[in-house]
């Protein structure tokens, strides 16, 4: 089917190089060079660890599953990093941006379509960054952005005997999926981020506006935006580079093409895969309010330049008294992780809102909630190496001074995570004072008396593995618990 515009011109084009991208993963003696940079071995000895934990528990997950996300948390922490823009290698200073020049043959040969300039100012000198899209040039760089991420990840993959797409979004991102036997699904995995099976982060966490997103491997092509969006209509409406009808044909004209030397058996099934791939995407993924984050890759001015991650949050909410508690001279909160709901105890008054309502500032948190484990808690964002959450009590209006504070703050760690307590006032008295997890459950202290106001945070941090973000948690409780893992009692006095 001939393309009638410019922009389904273009679009085919890049079809066309993406295929020609992922036929340069399937070259054998290449495979032999990569296997020598993985540690397979260890990487299999984790993923038999884990899963031996898991089946102790009661949970069968599939042992090549696991290792996926083993190799996720490998390729980010230890094999490949990030480059924003590289830096002066005279005097490692980051310079000047002067856009694109045309590649030399040297980056040419290894993909480079494009090379991005810089200048040093400091060195007087011109620094160059070529896009690089050839695996083997990159196991040797180990570097760039998402585009040099995907590439080389999905390679690894396929080296290490996965089926594996190189995704695009036409919208400048790009990802892996890899095919589970087990689940005998798609699972999207995202190396820049070190997450797995996460389809909608983009939509919810990223905020991306997606129209086409495009998987590409050695055997076919698949439009797999469906998997990426729980809102249909919307992403229809932006898709108007090229006809529906003429995507889907060119689709089938080169899958058939892709297949045709393929075994009968194997084409079999690759229909079948696919035909149960796309009734799959009949229905719009369930989306159960869950947080996701924005881009954790990159600098945050490089983040947010793209807008695709927020401002930490700072809802600089603060606690202040009512009538009533100046009345008693006593305030009381609390806080149910299981219902995500505060009650606040005085004559008349009750407030309710979820975790991040009454916080003053937060900074890599969520709410996780595990409904195969029936529990919920508070812990870090995915990939990120801290957690904080701030809350603020202010009496300064109120003619009144803190005599006493009581306290339950629950926190739950696995491995080796760490939950630190952090109380303190801003006050003239200038009193601050560190808690270890043990000694906040119950606290009860007259060391901020005199004050007037009292900041509490919550210091998540550690944890080991890929589950490191996991193993530092707030406030975890079964779904069906009524009580209260939060919870913040002040007695106060007259100034």
């Excluded at 005199?450 to 409780?477: K, M, P």
Aim: aromatic fraction near 14%; charge should be negative.
């Amino acid at each position: 089917m001939q393309a009638n515009s410019e922009s389904e011109r273009e679009f085919f084009k890049r079809i066309v190089s993406y295929i020609k991208l992922v036929k340069s993963f399937e070259n054998s003696d290449l495979w032999n060079e990569a296997q020598e940079l993985i540690p397979i071995e260890e990487l299999n000895i984790k993923a038999a660890i884990n899963s031996s934990v898991l089946e102790s528990k009661g949970i069968d997950v599939d042992l090549a599953d696991l290792l996926l996300k083993e190799l996720l948390h490998w390729f980010k922490s230890e094999f490949f990093t990030w480059v924003d823009k590289p830096k002066c290698e005279n005097c490692g200073k980051l310079p000047e941006d002067r856009g694109y020049v045309p590649p030399d043959d040297s980056e040419e040969i290894w993909g480079a379509d494009r090379v991005e300039q810089y200048f040093c100012s400091s060195c007087n000198i011109f620094v160059r960054f070529p896009r690089y899209k050839h695996p083997k040039k990159l196991m040797e760089t180990r570097r760039g952005r998402c585009g040099e991420w995907a590439i080389c990840f999905t390679f690894i993959c396929r080296v290490m005997g996965y089926d594996a797409r190189f995704v695009c979004d036409w919208n400048d991102h790009v990802w892996t999926e890899i095919f589970s036997a087990t689940q005998n699904r798609w699972l999207h995995c995202d190396s820049c981020e070190n997450i797995c099976d996460q389809p909608l982060i983009y939509e919810k966490g990223w905020k991306k506006q997606n129209n086409y997103i495009i998987a590409f491997s050695r055997d076919e092509i698949q439009d797999v935006t469906w998997r990426y969006t729980c809102d249909f209509n919307e992403v229809l409406k932006r898709r108007t580079l090229c006809r529906e009808v003429w995507l889907c044909n060119i689709i089938v004209l080169l899958n058939d093409k892709l297949q045709k030397n393929a075994p009968a058996e194997y084409k079999k099934m690759l229909y079948h895969r696919r035909a149960l791939e796309l009734a799959e995407f009949l229905t719009p993924p369930k989306y159960d309010g869950e947080h996701y984050s924005g881009r954790n890759s990159g600098s945050l001015e490089w983040r947010l330049t793209r807008k695709e991650t927020e401002v930490p949050e700072e809802n600089a909410y603060e606690f202040k008294l009512c009538c009533q508690e100046i009345d008693h001279q006593h305030f009381h909160i609390k806080y149910d992780c299981a219902s995500d709901k505060y009650v606040r105890i005085s004559d008349n008054l009750a407030e309710t809102g979820n975790w991040a309502t009454y916080v003053f500032s937060y900074n890599n948190v969520f709410r996780k909630v595990e409904h195969d484990w029936n529990t919920a808690y508070l812990c870090r964002t995915e990939g990120s190496s801290k957690g904080l959450i701030t809350w603020k009590f202010n009496f300064k209006d109120s003619g009144l001074i803190i005599r006493t504070l009581r306290a339950t703050l629950n926190s739950t760690t696995f491995e080796n995570g760490k939950v630190k307590w952090f109380i303190s006032t801003d006050s003239e008295l200038k009193f601050s004072k560190i808690y270890e997890a043990k000694d906040v459950v119950p606290l009860k202290t007259d060391e901020f008396r005199g004050s007037t106001n009292l900041t509490i945070t919550a210091e998540l941090v550690e944890g080991s593995g890929n589950q490191a973000w996991q193993h530092a948690q707030l406030f975890r409780q079964t779904l069906n618990s009524s009580e209260f893992p939060f919870e913040v009692e002040i007695f106060l006095d007259k100034q």
